[in-house]
């Protein structure tokens, strides 16, 4: 990875992108993940 880029939102949203693919959305799970979770999911792509 070269580049992280968090952007503010609002309603509770927390979304991961890698490029344009949303890899990760508390708004569809209803979770805010585990960062495990999150680098198990990156290092997968």
Do not use: H, Q
Request: hydrophobic residues 40%.
């Amino acid at each position: 990875m070269e580049e992280l880029t968090l952007v503010p939102s609002s309603g509770g949203a927390f979304e991961i992108t890698v490029g344009e693919e949303k890899i990760y959305s508390k708004l569809d799970t209803g979770v805010f993940p585990e960062i495990n979770r999150i680098i198990s999911i990156i290092e997968s792509l």
